[in-house]
């Protein structure tokens, strides 16, 4: 069965929670690029964050699977099956967009890069698990690299089960091990921010926006340097350093940025 949410209510009510309830979980202060914010006293990540990481989220809905005709067991029979319910989230094909390689080669540069994938499907589960708080409990997070390299122009899918910690990318079957909870998640990225050399300081917060910007445009292959790519670059031309790296992140990516960090009070 198709979602019935849009992309748009699951990212914004996943994003919300991430922000209510990340400090809780790994002491740091989650922050959104704010455009209105950046640059006024008093605001800004300067005086708010010590030092963290950038962490990039792509949202994506799932389709539900409860019936033994899916194609995840009756055309492919994967060993180790999955289990009903089956999940499936889709990825961009190539022919359409580079999105997929594009997020590959920023992890690859070391960032942290996730695809964010609901396990659950009716308007009424998002409702309940938003008034719950329990949407981040009902998400898998899964890296770029444990999808791997796309190197054709079909139509893929990542299908799991929610009983199970792996998945697969279908269309070509390939095991995807360790899909990550919210618990995993969350230790990921705190070791992350451990691991990172990242310091926010008013002096050096331009050089980092800038420097983030420059390895998102860098994932664009260059056979998608189309018209449109020319105008969304001379675009950011006369933009602030964070407005710019907030353009590219969604122009380029179609990803929301979070930066966390360590709050630099603490």
């Known amino acids: ?17 991430l922000v209510n309830r990340t400090g809780n979980l790994i002491g740091a202060a989650p922050l959104f690029p704010s455009l209105r914010e950046e640059g006024k006293a008093g605001n800004g990540y300067d005086v708010k964050i010590d030092f963290g990481i950038p962490v990039f989220i792509q949202f994506k809905l799932s389709e ?27 990825l961009r094909a190539r022919k359409y967009s580079n999105q ?11 960032n942290a890069v996730y695809y964010a994938a609901p396990i659950f499907h009716k308007s009424e589960e998002l409702n309940e698990l938003y008034l719950k708080d329990k949407i981040i409990e009902k998400t898998v997070f899964i890296q770029p690299s444990q999808i ?23 269309s070509q079957p390939r095991i995807i091990n360790n899909l990550m909870d919210s618990e995993r998640f969350v230790t990921a990225i705190e070791r ?3 691991e990172s050399s990242i310091r926010f300081d008013p002096n ?15 994932t664009v292959p260059t056979e998608y340097n189309d018209e449109l790519d020319s105008y969304r670059r001379s675009w950011m031309r006369n933009m602030e350093p964070l ?3 907030s353009f590219a992140t969604q ?13 630099a009070d603490r």
């Open 204 to 218: 050096f917060n331009a050089e980092i926006f800038l420097g983030l910007t420059e390895q998102i445009l860098s």
């Open 243 to 245: 407005e710019k790296l």
């Open 251 to 263: 122009a380029f990516l179609g990803s929301q940025l979070l930066f966390i960090g360590h709050n």
């Open 192 to 194: 992350k921010i451990s």
């Open 148 to 170: 791997g390299e796309i190197d054709d122009d079909k139509e893929h899918d990542v299908s799991f089960s929610p009983s199970l910690s792996y998945g697969y990318r279908l």
């Open 100 to 110: 997929h390689d594009s997020l590959l080669a920023l992890e690859e540069k070391g």
């Open 1 to 17: 069965m198709r979602s019935q949410i849009s992309e748009f209510s699951y990212g914004y009510a996943l994003t919300e929670k």
């Open 64 to 90: 539900c699977l409860n019936t033994r005709g899916a194609k995840e067991i009756k055309k492919y029979k994967l060993t180790p099956p999955l289990e009903l319910p089956i999940y499936r989230m889709k």
